[in-house]
């Protein structure tokens, strides 16, 4: 028998999947959203939808929600509560009370109203049923999410009470988050008990703040501390860095398992996850060998492909602008789609461009190819710190430096093997086409997880009301944590390509012998490693890792300014310089540390390595311009030098602690 469905917030994310699983069963729904623009689209796409647009936490609003239900339905048998905000993070004694108003009025006063107005329609009924969307938060407690944790419960209680007190044709669920989605099931009639929401036999991890989750029934039962259960991982339960939650259902019984603030520890890192980790591993090592499986075979690429010294210069400046570009462009496919068919289409380009550039003479479709591979490998730079977030929540730290430390042999392992494969193949076409390899395998792990996932759950991972936000260019330069962020990566990329470009030839202009600048740029270009390893642990353990960003934005200034006083001890200043190469893997923690979640981690760091790359751009040009122009390299070094300025001031605003990215973008109610 066909139910009449009540939907708040069923115009988007998993309030508008539901609505579509229970008018898939043949019911009629009517949902509720605060989003005109959204509940226009719902409603075109979904032609048996009926709607109301308003505000939960308006009681006119609600009675001309019930009134549509009323005149569109005639009657109503199932209420499902969805609407509810985040509200901001922050310690209690520095919550704003009017953030605190905000979140009581649409969470609790919002689902008071609702309740209120739909029990009389259900109990015109000899059957209905009322199913809440709570929270984890609600049962347990979040650091820092007082708002949202207490109405939560609130909530669960509310609907609990009500419902006892409208007599025994009523039944109520309590459906408590995280997990990924799992589909509705309308039954026949709620006489008497049901299950609600059937859960599938997987496992899942993930409400993110301002997203009511819906999988798993609550039914009343002594509660148990969780334990940590990291089977099969779906989505990061996200309500701020400090807790996450994973879960798993077991002959339709619900795990819980939290780490960091319940005191609990965290899952196994390989349990369940063994095949995305080798997707971490392999995208990692796949992201620089267009660059420097490249640079051992310029100066004979460019004698058999007849290239004059403006497409070689061009083709030396393509890393960092298409690093630059993709790094704009990566976020929107990733919204758009999800992270693992970025991933898929990072490979994907990376290993087109890298095996067909090699098979033709011609200079621009060189330079065209080569710009594909690198735009591939830089969108691939984007997208591992979000899938760290979605799938590693509970163990960033070595996750991270996995992928620093990889990218960092990524660069180095081609250039070893550059002429070795050239030897191996007959030239430097084999060598550098090789490589495209890499990026196909690399690519096969998240072709796997694409396929594991079934199309609803991708419905669900497609642009929502909170994960798939859209984070606009202007959004995005007003916000203290992405401009620190890309000021922070920003100054460290065009210090860094500087001296990549000139520290050998600063060396020697200085008077040292070409031994001895090679030693001192081999000590700068080491050093990336051991930078990689410590400092990913450093930004995902410390609340505020200032300190050690201030270090590596002035210590380098202070091996500049030592080249400059005192050129007799190249080695100091080379050490000192070198530090700089820790700030990009800090960097990529602060990616994940800063936001909520893997769409926020997206954003940051395709806004931030964007405009880092295109300022790296900048660095050797400097160097370039300035060296002949004063006939001495002293002020290219202080030039150097003060932009430790700058990249300290984007030190202080990326880790400053407590704020997250997605904060300022919070939407106002659903």
Same mark, same amino acid.
């Given at each position: 028998?066909?139910?009449?469905?009540?939907?708040?917030?069923?115009?988007?994310? @998993?309030?508008?999947?539901?609505?579509?699983?229970?008018?898939?069963?043949?019911?009629?729904?009517? @949902?509720?959203? @605060?989003?005109?623009?959204?509940?226009?689209?719902?409603?075109?796409?979904?032609?048996?939808?009926?709607?109301?647009?308003?505000?939960?936490?308006?009681?006119?609003?609600?009675?001309?929600?019930?009134?549509?239900?009323?005149?569109?339905?005639?009657?109503?048998?199932?209420?499902?509560?969805?609407?509810?905000?985040?509200?901001?993070?922050?310690?209690?004694?520095?919550?704003?009370?009017?953030?605190?108003?905000?979140?009581?009025?649409?969470?609790?006063?919002?689902?008071?109203?609702?309740?209120?107005?739909?029990?009389?329609?259900?109990?015109?009924?000899?059957?209905?049923?009322?199913?809440?969307?709570?929270?984890?938060?609600?049962?347990?407690?979040?650091?820092?999410?007082?708002?949202?944790?207490?109405?939560?419960?609130?909530?669960?209680?509310?609907?609990?009470?009500?419902?006892?007190?409208?007599?025994?044709?009523?039944?109520?669920?309590?459906?408590?988050?995280?997990?990924?989605?799992?589909?509705?099931?309308?039954?026949?009639?709620?006489?008497?008990?049901?299950?609600?929401?059937?859960?599938?036999?997987?496992?899942?991890?993930?409400?993110?703040?301002?997203?009511?989750?819906?999988?798993?029934?609550?039914?009343?039962?002594?509660?148990?501390?969780?334990?940590?259960?990291?089977?099969?991982?779906?989505?990061?339960?996200?309500?701020?860095?400090?807790?996450?939650?994973?879960?798993?259902?077991?002959?339709?019984?619900?795990?819980?398992?939290?780490?960091?603030?319940?005191?609990?520890?965290?899952?196994?890192?390989?349990?369940?996850?063994? +095949?995305?980790?080798?997707?971490?591993?392999?995208?990692?090592?796949?992201?620089?060998?267009?660059?420097?499986?490249?640079?051992?075979?310029?100066?004979?690429?460019?004698?058999?492909?007849?290239?004059?010294?403006?497409?070689?210069?061009?083709?030396?400046?393509?890393?960092?602008?298409?690093?630059?570009?993709?790094?704009?462009?990566?976020?929107?496919?990733?919204?758009?789609?999800?992270?693992?068919?970025?991933?898929?289409?990072?490979?994907?380009?990376?290993?087109?461009?890298?095996?067909?550039?090699?098979?033709?003479?011609?200079?621009?479709?060189?330079?065209?190819?080569?710009?594909?591979?690198?735009?591939?490998?830089?969108?691939?730079?984007?997208?591992?710190?979000?899938?760290?977030?979605?799938?590693?929540?509970?163990?960033?730290?070595?996750?991270?430096?996995?992928?620093?430390?990889?990218?960092?042999?990524?660069?180095?392992?081609?250039?070893?093997?550059?002429?070795?494969?050239?030897?191996?193949?007959?030239?430097?076409?084999?060598?550098?086409?090789?490589?495209?390899?890499?990026?196909?395998?690399?690519?096969?792990?998240?072709?796997?997880?694409?396929?594991?996932?079934?199309?609803?759950?991708?419905?669900?991972?497609?642009?929502?009301?909170?994960?798939?936000?859209?984070?606009?260019?202007?959004?995005?330069?007003?916000?203290?944590?992405?401009?620190?962020?890309? +000021?922070?990566?920003?100054?460290?990329?065009?210090?860094?390509?500087?001296?990549?470009?000139?520290?050998?030839?600063?060396?020697?202009?200085?008077?040292?012998?070409?031994?001895?600048?090679?030693?001192?740029?081999?000590?700068?270009?080491? +050093?990336?490693?051991?930078?990689?390893?410590?400092?990913?642990?450093?930004?995902?353990?410390?609340?505020?890792?200032?300190?050690?960003?201030?270090?590596?934005?002035?210590?380098?200034?202070?091996?500049?300014?030592?080249?400059?006083?005192?050129?007799?001890?190249?080695?100091?200043?080379?050490?000192?310089?070198?530090?700089?190469?820790?700030?990009?893997?800090?960097?990529?923690?602060?990616?994940?540390?800063?936001?909520?979640?893997?769409?926020?981690?997206?954003?940051?760091?395709?806004?931030?390595?964007?405009?880092?790359?295109?300022?790296?751009?900048?660095?050797? +040009?400097?160097?370039?311009?300035?060296?002949?122009?004063?006939?001495?390299?002293?002020?290219?070094?202080?030039?150097?030098?003060?932009?430790?300025?700058?990249?300290?001031?984007?030190?202080?605003?990326?880790?400053?602690?407590?704020?997250?990215?997605?904060?300022?973008?919070?939407?106002?109610?659903?």
């Amino acid at each position: 028998m066909a139910q009449r469905v009540l939907v708040t917030a069923g115009a988007g994310g @998993i309030g508008l999947v539901i609505a579509r699983a229970f008018a898939a069963e043949g019911n009629k729904v009517h @949902i509720a959203d @605060i989003d005109a623009q959204a509940v226009e689209a719902a409603v075109a796409d979904n032609p048996g939808f009926t709607a109301s647009v308003g505000d939960v936490s308006s009681p006119d609003d609600v009675d001309a929600m019930m009134a549509d239900v009323q005149s569109n339905l005639g009657g109503l048998d199932c209420l499902v509560s969805n609407a509810g905000i985040a509200g901001p993070t922050a310690p209690v004694e520095e919550y704003d009370p009017k953030a605190w108003a905000a979140v009581v009025n649409v969470n609790l006063n919002g689902s008071f109203e609702v309740v209120r107005k739909a029990v009389p329609l259900l109990k015109a009924n000899d059957r209905g049923s009322i199913i809440v969307m709570s929270s984890l938060a609600g049962r347990f407690g979040y650091p820092n999410r007082i708002g949202y944790s207490t109405t939560k419960w609130g909530a669960g209680r509310l609907h609990q009470d009500a419902v006892a007190g409208t007599g025994p044709t009523q039944h109520h669920r309590q459906l408590d988050p995280p997990g990924r989605r799992q589909r509705p099931s309308t039954g026949q009639g709620v006489r008497g008990p049901r299950r609600g929401l059937r859960p599938h036999r997987r496992g899942g991890a993930g409400e993110r703040p301002g997203q009511s989750g819906h999988q798993g029934v609550h039914r009343p039962r002594r509660h148990r501390r969780p334990r940590s259960i990291p089977d099969q991982p779906g989505r990061t339960h996200h309500l701020g860095p400090a807790v996450q939650h994973r879960r798993r259902f077991q002959s339709g019984a619900m795990t819980l398992g939290a780490h960091d603030g319940t005191g609990q520890p965290p899952g196994s890192l390989w349990r369940g996850r063994i +095949l995305l980790i080798v997707g971490i591993v392999l995208l990692g090592v796949s992201l620089r060998y267009a660059v420097t499986g490249l640079s051992p075979f310029l100066p004979q690429i460019q004698a058999d492909l007849g290239m004059g010294d403006a497409p070689l210069t061009l083709l030396t400046m393509l890393p960092t602008l298409f690093f630059g570009l993709a790094g704009f462009c990566a976020p929107v496919l990733m919204r758009r789609t999800s992270l693992e068919l970025t991933a898929v289409a990072a490979m994907g380009l990376a290993a087109a461009g890298t095996a067909l550039r090699p098979l033709f003479d011609s200079v621009p479709l060189f330079l065209v190819l080569s710009a594909v591979a690198l735009f591939g490998m830089g969108m691939g730079n984007v997208v591992g710190a979000p899938l760290v977030k979605k799938y590693f929540s509970d163990r960033p730290a070595p996750m991270l430096t996995a992928f620093a430390l990889l990218m960092q042999a990524g660069a180095t392992i081609p250039a070893m093997l550059a002429l070795p494969l050239a030897d191996l193949g007959g030239g430097w076409r084999f060598s550098i086409g090789s490589w495209a390899l890499l990026s196909v395998v690399a690519a096969v792990p998240w072709v796997i997880q694409l396929l594991k996932v079934s199309p609803e759950d991708r419905a669900e991972d497609a642009p929502a009301q909170s994960g798939g936000r859209a984070y606009g260019l202007g959004q995005l330069l007003r916000n203290p944590i992405s401009v620190g962020t890309a +000021l922070f990566y920003a100054m460290a990329s065009l210090n860094t390509y500087a001296m990549l470009s000139w520290m050998p030839t600063i060396f020697q202009d200085n008077g040292h012998s070409s031994e001895t600048a090679a030693a001192a740029y081999a000590i700068f270009t080491f +050093l990336t490693l051991p930078m990689a390893v410590v400092s990913p642990i450093i930004g995902s353990k410390m609340r505020n890792p200032f300190p050690y960003a201030a270090a590596l934005a002035l210590l380098p200034a202070l091996g500049f300014i030592g080249v400059v006083l005192a050129p007799g001890i190249p080695f100091l200043w080379a050490t000192l310089i070198g530090l700089i190469g820790g700030a990009f893997p800090l960097a990529i923690a602060m990616f994940n540390q800063r936001t909520r979640t893997e769409h926020g981690s997206g954003a940051l760091s395709g806004f931030a390595m964007g405009v880092g790359y295109l300022f790296g751009t900048v660095g050797p +040009l400097l160097g370039g311009w300035l060296n002949p122009a004063t006939g001495s390299w002293t002020l290219p070094l202080l030039v150097y030098a003060l932009m430790g300025v700058p990249m300290l001031l984007g030190a202080w605003m990326m880790s400053k602690p407590g704020r997250y990215l997605e904060d300022r973008f919070e939407p106002a109610a659903v």
